[in-house]
């Protein structure tokens, strides 16, 4: 194998390392976040919370991008009569992302 091979199979083996860590942090985001949402829902910690948590992950597959999570969370919050603006939202959603990824990446 002669060296362009091999630096062409270095950036896809880092392509696909940066992809899952891509995939792995939104998980976490959209888990924190759904933790942060749980609390101003006022769920009760634990089992509760975790749950919902998890629907806010799965609403991430709903659609590509961060409008179907922001969408759940804005109709969530206005069923139980909670304000709160998608600017907060999307406040929230990049502070959890900044937080997801340090936990992923700061072992």
């Avoid at 804005?74 to 992302?97: I, M, N, P, Y």
């Amino acid at each position: 194998m002669n060296s362009f091979e091999e630096r062409q199979k270095g950036f896809e083996a880092q392509f696909v390392r940066d992809q899952e860590l891509s995939f792995r942090v939104a998980a976490r985001r959209n888990k924190l976040l759904g933790l942060w949402a749980a609390e101003r829902l006022g769920l009760p910690a634990g089992e509760a919370a975790e749950t919902y948590a998890q629907t806010i992950v799965a609403a991430d597959f709903q659609a590509p991008g961060d409008d179907d999570v922001i969408k759940k969370l804005h109709d969530d919050f206005a069923a139980k009569g909670v304000g709160v603006s998608q600017t907060e939202l999307r406040a929230e959603l990049a502070r959890a992302a900044t937080e997801a990824y340090k936990q992923l990446t700061e072992r």
